[in-house]
């Protein structure tokens, strides 16, 4: 291989490694983006025969960037469904809202924890993906209950089942039975408040002091987040690499806990990204002098 094409491949990697440096800095203000180092490895020609000569360099290439799922810092925002994970674990979405899933559904598992409810009570993203609780389905806060003898239900005087799928109802005080004398009257009560607890418990108040836990919230967990397909807009895929996401409620084994009203931001340090561009920049230049200081020699070779 010519000097030439060993160059060749340097500065097709230096302009690799500046992409990947590029989107970093672009991301600096995503939230839940995951900062990629580039990665490259050498290239080797081997001689198979009697000669002294074992192998010989042939360049550079690179393959595919390392993702860094370090926690990226915390922002208040107040929001009550903006959720950040502190510690390890990914929010897990499902398919649109309206959309049929495919069977089997593929799930999208994100660290931006964004989230709003639909005019259905949906917990969705931004993209419209479904926010998955507890068994991996949809959560789904009823917007309005009635409570008729301590029954909560819902307009048409269906019962409203928990996340432990059991019909929910007004607790005495005293007792923790059910309150039959609480009744809410023919107007439904209407959502005023959303809690989500550090344990995933998503806490309704409707009215004023009319509280349910609505549904609860799980995170999924890899052997090798390292592994996980980056899908774009802060989401992931599992992969063979990465092994099967392990389900679990916040603050169990090594899931991490729930933060809510703030959001997790961007892990990139604008000023690690600075000073790898300047080394990055060095590369390009060595290997730019490298390149004319070859067409320099070829030129003198044919005059």
Same mark, same amino acid.
């Given at each position: 291989?010519?000097?030439?094409?060993?160059?060749?491949? =340097?500065?097709?990697?230096? +302009?690799?490694?500046?992409?990947?440096?590029? @989107? +970093?800095?672009? +991301?600096?203000?995503?939230?839940?983006? %995951?900062?990629?180092?580039?990665?490259?490895?050498?290239?080797?020609?081997?001689?198979?025969?009697?000669?002294?000569?074992?192998?010989?360099?042939?360049?550079? $290439?690179?393959?595919?960037?390392?993702?860094?799922?370090?926690?990226?810092?915390?922002?208040?925002?107040?929001?009550?469904?903006?959720?950040?994970?502190?510690?390890?674990?990914?929010?897990?979405?499902?398919?649109?809202?309206? /959309?049929?899933?495919?069977?089997?559904?593929?799930?999208?598992?994100? /660290?931006?924890?964004?989230?709003?409810?639909?005019?259905? =009570?949906?917990?969705?993203?931004?993209?419209?993906?479904?926010?998955?609780?507890? =068994?991996?389905?949809?959560?789904?806060?009823?917007?309005?209950?009635?409570?008729?003898?301590?029954?909560?239900?819902?307009? +048409?005087?269906?019962?409203?089942?928990?996340?432990?799928?059991?019909? *929910?109802?007004?607790?005495? $005080?005293?007792?923790?039975?059910?309150?039959?004398?609480?009744?809410?009257?023919?107007?439904?009560?209407?959502?005023?408040?959303? @809690?989500?607890?550090?344990?995933?418990?998503?806490?309704?108040?409707?009215?004023?002091?009319?509280?349910?836990?609505?549904? $609860?919230?799980?995170?999924?967990?890899?052997? @090798?987040?390292?592994?996980?397909?980056?899908? =774009?807009?802060?989401?992931?895929?599992?992969?063979?690499?990465?092994?099967?996401?392990?389900?679990? *409620?916040? %603050?169990?084994?090594?899931?991490? $806990?729930?933060?809510?009203?703030?959001?997790?931001?961007?892990?990139?340090?604008?000023?690690?990204?600075?000073?790898?561009?300047? /080394?990055?920049?060095?590369?390009?230049?060595?290997?730019?002098?490298?390149?004319?200081?070859?067409?320099?020699?070829?030129? /003198?070779?044919?005059?």
């Amino acid at each position: 291989m010519t000097m030439f094409s060993i160059i060749k491949t =340097g500065l097709n990697a230096i +302009n690799k490694d500046f992409a990947v440096l590029q @989107n +970093n800095i672009a +991301n600096t203000s995503t939230n839940g983006f %995951k900062r990629s180092e580039a990665q490259f490895e050498s290239m080797y020609f081997s001689q198979h025969n009697n000669s002294t000569e074992i192998a010989r360099g042939m360049g550079v $290439k690179s393959i595919k960037p390392r993702q860094s799922f370090s926690q990226g810092s915390l922002q208040q925002t107040g929001g009550s469904l903006d959720l950040a994970i502190m510690g390890e674990g990914f929010f897990t979405l499902g398919s649109p809202v309206g /959309r049929a899933a495919a069977a089997p559904e593929e799930f999208k598992y994100t /660290r931006d924890g964004s989230f709003q409810l639909d005019r259905l =009570g949906n917990i969705v993203n931004t993209d419209g993906l479904k926010l998955l609780g507890a =068994g991996q389905v949809g959560i789904k806060i009823p917007v309005s209950v009635k409570v008729v003898s301590g029954n909560v239900v819902d307009e +048409n005087g269906g019962p409203i089942v928990g996340p432990d799928g059991t019909a *929910l109802f007004i607790p005495n $005080k005293i007792t923790g039975e059910i309150d039959t004398s609480i009744n809410s009257g023919i107007i439904p009560m209407i959502i005023s408040q959303i @809690n989500v607890t550090d344990s995933g418990n998503i806490d309704v108040t409707y009215d004023e002091n009319t509280t349910i836990t609505a549904a $609860k919230l799980a995170l999924g967990d890899f052997t @090798n987040e390292h592994g996980l397909q980056n899908l =774009g807009n802060s989401t992931f895929s599992e992969t063979p690499e990465s092994g099967a996401p392990i389900f679990g *409620l916040p %603050k169990q084994n090594t899931i991490g $806990k729930i933060l809510a009203g703030a959001l997790e931001k961007s892990n990139t340090d604008i000023t690690d990204e600075l000073v790898t561009m300047l /080394r990055t920049q060095q590369a390009f230049n060595g290997c730019s002098k490298m390149l004319q200081s070859d067409l320099d020699t070829v030129k /003198r070779l044919i005059s």
